[in-house]
T-cell receptor, first 111, second 117 residues
Framework: RKEVEQDPGPFNVPEGATVAFNCTYSNSASQSFFWYRQDCRKEPKLLMSVYSSGNEDGRFTAQLNRASQYISLLIRDSKLSDSATYLCAVPDKYNFNKFYFGSGTKLNVKP | EAQVTQNPRYLITVTGKKLTVTCSQNMNHEYMSWYRQDPGLGLRQIYYSMNVEVTDKGDVPEGYKVSRKEKRNFPLILESPSPNQTSLYFC????????????????FGPGTRLTVL
């Protein structure tokens, strides 16, 4: 089983819609989680860190479900500029210097 | 400007010809790491470094070497590149906070697209 798994999508949504995607992780002891945004062929950039039950930053909300071992990213009022691939990342359970990334979920926001 | 730089940005080479991809950061970060990104496989960690002269293997270290002689630089070396190392490579750095509760943000370089023929 992969350490981190994501639905590749694409998720095609109209502007203004609310969209959510999940990231499942295999290590039940994980304490920190990260959502990165990656534009086509560009470097990933940190969108949000999650260290407890969740985090919120403007239109973006990350929620952690420990019982089911997944983190979700909710985007409200989608903008065209939100179109990107969203990667989640989780440190290794024995070594916080090792990271596992999901393969990413592609979001297309359409006018 | 705080940044991570990589060179070259694009490289086409042939099997077996040794190459080095450089990575440099100007943020005085202790932690640096190399990843490769392939379609459908996401980012996979190759090597990381906790500080000068301290390096360790990531998830996919085979065929790669690294060194960390200075804090700001973390070159990736392919001694004998093969076609299966054709990929998009990213270097990243962070000011390491090694705790159970959290780790610091990783800042990524712009990427190096390598093709091995």
């Amino acid at each position: 089983r992969k350490e981190v798994e994501q639905d590749p999508g694409p998720f095609n949504v109209p502007e203004g819609a609310t969209v959510a995607f999940n990231c499942t992780y295999s290590n039940s002891a994980s304490q920190s989680f990260f959502w990165y945004r990656q534009d086509c062929r560009k470097e990933p950039k940190l969108l949000m860190s999650v260290y407890s039950s969740g985090n919120e930053d403007g239109r973006f909300t990350a929620q952690l479900n420990r019982a089911s071992q997944y983190i979700s990213l909710l985007i409200r009022d989608s903008k065209l500029s939100d179109s990107a691939t969203y990667l989640c990342a989780v440190p290794d359970k024995y070594n916080f210097n090792k990271f596992y990334f999901g393969s990413g979920t592609k979001l297309n926001v359409k006018p | 400007e705080a940044q991570v730089t990589q060179n070259p940005r694009y490289l086409i080479t042939v099997t077996g010809k040794k190459l080095t991809v450089t990575c440099s950061q100007n943020m005085n970060h202790e932690y640096m790491s190399w990843y490769r990104q392939d379609p459908g496989l996401g980012l996979r960690q190759i090597y990381y470094s906790m500080n000068v002269e301290v390096t360790d293997k990531g998830d996919v270290p085979e065929g790669y070497k690294v060194s960390r002689k200075e804090k700001r630089n973390f070159p990736l070396i392919l001694e004998s590149p093969s076609p299966n190392q054709t990929s998009l490579y990213f270097c990243a750095s962070s000011s390491r906070t090694l705790t159970l509760a959290g780790t610091d943000t990783q800042y990524f370089g712009p990427g190096t697209r390598l093709t091995v023929l």
